[in-house]
């Protein structure tokens, strides 16, 4: 995640965003048939251009699924791509546009969270829900009742980081972080934790990122002999520093990462800079859980294979939480019986939570039926159940992986027990 560059004064765009208020939210209540849109708010250009692509492939996967059965109380769900580049001071005017010109906006996807401090006013002012995977833990309290939260909080992943590398026998490590990531929300957490179980960082290097050599810096970490590195690059920077960890050391030593390793650029990078089996033998990746078997993930990966998805995003634990957001939003609409936000918005904690005598869906199509059947139910999409917490969040557990480059995918190694992912 990507530190905020610069405020956007907000007061300018007031007028536009009161005009598109009343717009968005009668548009939920007229009557006749109609298409609802999912507004998809990212990066769609620049170097955060992935986040934009996973969220789009994600939605229209839904949208599909969704589509398939007759819509959301028989209105299809359309997806319409809003390119922030990723800056605030872009993402303001084109959140304001949205809000003000697209046709029965029901939902946003997005954005990540360089963009969402300066944009989330106006999603509150618009009375549009809005869901994202950001781990900013600025949102750990928040309590707009238009922000949902797919995926934990940095502050945990810092403790599953942590969790994985000393039980696994890295108790002596450097760390590695680049100077312009969200690293820094994870490394308070990972190192409180760390130290109660015993670990010790040698080193802690605050690298800047997309530098042409290392290694100094290497150097000096290798001296010490660590068991393993533990921190956050980007895609350019990890694979500069690996290649030159390998020149240096002769091979790779282990290193942790969070999940951003698993999004497909980052991947190529390294790949074609070490190598896939160097990958695969050297790369632990700490991400939200996605379970590749069962149900749940061969009704996502069939949608996400038809709506146009490369390798990585059929297997992409973000990917997967994006779409069961969007399923459990159209789900929310159903069971509110309405598409008005301010109503169904208090019926999204209901689609994921257990509920006694409910049976088990996995697909949007499951789901309808049993409520046409007047059954309860509960939706555990590819990413598991979102059990939302009273802030928004849906603390989902951490699996640790590996690159498997007989598939080209990230393979489960271990699970990170929920009660070890705090600080």
């Known amino acids: ?22 717009l968005s939210a009668s548009a939920g209540r007229s009557a006749g048939s109609y298409s609802l849109t999912a507004g998809v708010l990212h990066a769609f250009t620049g170097p955060n251009a992935f986040f934009g692509s996973n969220a789009s492939i994600s939605c229209k996967a839904a949208a599909g699924q969704i589509n398939a059965v007759g819509g959301i109380l028989g209105h299809q769900l359309k997806c319409q791509n809003f390119d922030t580049k990723g800056d605030p001071a872009d993402a303001v005017p084109v959140t304001t546009r949205m809000i003000a010109s697209t046709s029965h906006l029901s939902m946003i996807v997005g954005p990540d969270g360089n963009d969402i401090p300066s944009v989330l006013p106006l999603f509150d002012q618009a009375k549009v829900p809005e869901l994202n995977t950001v781990g900013d833990p600025r949102y750990d309290n928040q309590t707009s009742p238009y922000f949902w939260r797919l995926t934990p909080s940095d502050s945990t992943q810092g403790p599953a980081l942590a969790y994985f590398a000393a039980t696994h026998g890295y108790k002596n490590i450097v760390e590695v972080w680049t100077s312009d990531t969200g690293g820094t929300t994870v490394i308070d957490p990972f190192e409180s934790k760390f130290k109660k179980l015993g ?26 002999h660590p068991q393993a590195f533990v921190g956050d690059m980007d895609a350019r920077t990890a694979a500069t520093f690996l290649t030159q960890v390998q020149q240096q050391n002769g091979s790779l030593l282990p290193i942790v990462t969070p999940g951003r390793s698993q999004q497909g650029d980052w991947t190529d990078a390294v790949t074609s800079a070490i190598g896939a089996k160097a990958l695969g033998g050297s790369v632990i990746s700490i991400a939200p859980n996605l379970d590749l078997a069962g149900p749940a993930f061969k009704a996502f990966s069939k949608s996400v294979v038809k709506a146009g998805a490369n390798d990585f995003q059929k297997v992409n634990p973000y990917v997967a939480a994006t779409f069961d957001g969007v399923i459990t939003f159209a789900l929310a609409m159903d069971l509110a019986n309405s598409t008005d936000p301010q109503v169904w918005v208090k019926y999204i904690p209901k689609v994921g939570a257990s509920k006694k005598g409910a049976v088990r869906v ?42 498997d480059p007989s598939n080209s995918g990230w393979k489960p190694i271990a699970s990170i027990p929920q009660s070890q992912t705090h600080p």
């Open 199 to 224: 670990g010790k960082t040698l080193l802690q290097l605050t690298i800047t990122p997309d530098q042409a050599s290392y290694q100094t810096e290497i150097s000096k970490a290798l001296a010490l």
């Open 1 to 22: 995640m990507k530190v905020l560059r610069r405020g956007v004064p907000l007061a300018m765009c007031a007028a536009v965003v009161a005009a598109a208020v009343g």
């Open 362 to 403: 996995y697909t949007y199509a499951q789901a309808v039926r049993a409520m046409k059947h007047h059954k309860k139910f509960r939706y555990i999409g590819a990413s598991g159940a979102l059990i939302f917490n009273k802030y928004g969040t849906a603390n989902r557990p951490y699996t640790a992986s590996q690159f």
